[in-house]
């Protein structure tokens, strides 16, 4: 199969290239980038006013199977993340039964193999059944291509015992994806701690329950040598800890979700579950914190936390519904609007953080479209004007805060290993 797409403006971190393009795709891989390509081809894509990019890779999605397919499913979700533009998602190990062994991440294989049509790279639970008492199986669980480790979801508490995890993951390869929360500190609380949360009624989140875990897991991190990776930061201080921890010389990167950056707790329009998330919506201190963060490079990935959940769950009060919200098709037309077109990111940065920071952070040949690399790209309108209509989503999960919300950014085509796996042309 051969793809000539034509005109786009190509924007790949990997060597910098940021200019007007021609791409020609002959079966799985890039053969030549140049500003004119004279090919026969089976098929022409104008790609003209467009963004041509490495595809996306979000080290932070939620595909709810095995155990929670009425929620989403690896095939639903990875469809949605293709629909955003994602071409390699790294699903966290909380489902039922969690993904802690050798088998589990075999089964994942499979069933991404049968189900997906973008990659998908298993990340293993820290502990068994992520009760927090004892380690997974590691070592099985790396020789079955789980490249990274978490205990999404909750953090392990015993210090000890995730200490000893953070040294196997360490000896075996493995990223630490770090969910900084204090349980002791949470004291039942359900958005942020502040005015909001005084005016609604609810029991609160406050920072320490996040920056409390970031400071001892970045401890910990510098003692045992282990990559780690923090998820879904919302705090000002918890910028201000990852600058400290690469002073420290720890190996650290951190991501921001788009929600954490699109909105704060005064968003909050009432009792509506769609806008509760862990951690919750913060200050606008913490926003402009995090977004600082993210244009000087503290912050080196944008990660949506994808996070399904039925209507009836999210139709609850904020005080018992679930946590979390769902993120793959809006990530980049909020980036695009919150960052770029505001003056905080360039371009490039913006994929630097989608694409090429999270390749490298895993470990993976991704996040580079030049010539010989495989062709997982996407190909975006950074013009095209639109309102978030949850009932267009491809995922099972609608809760989102943004439905109605004006946004630029719309994605057109996603390819992986070559071929078109999602198209809106």
Known sequence: MITLIQGGYVLNPATGLAGVNDVLVVDEVVKEIAPHITAEAHRVIDATGKYVMPGFIDLHEHLREPGFEYKETIATGAMAAAAGGFTTICPMPNTNPVIDSRVMVEYLNYKAAEDSPINIIPVG????AQAGEKLADIKGMAAAGARALSEDGRSVM?????????????????VVLAHCEDRGLLAGGVMNAGRKADELGMPGITNSVEDVITARDILLAKETGVQLHLCHCSTADSVELVRMGKKLGVRLSAEVCPHHFAMTEEDIPGDDANYKMNPPLRTRADVDALIAGLADGTM???ATDHAPHSAEEKARSIRNAPFGIVGSETAFALTLTELVKKGHLTPMQMVEKLSYNPARIIGIDKGDISEGHIADLVIADPDAEYTIDVRKFVSKGKNSPFH???VYGKILLTMVNGEIVFEAL
Request: no cysteine; hydrophobic share 45%.
């Open 158 to 174: 015993d210090p000890l015992l995730y200490k000893e995890g953070m040294k196997q993951a360490a000896a075996e390869g493995l």
């Open 125 to 128: 639970a820290v502990t068994v």
């Open 404 to 406: 109605g919300r004006k």
């Open 300 to 302: 080196e990935v944008i």
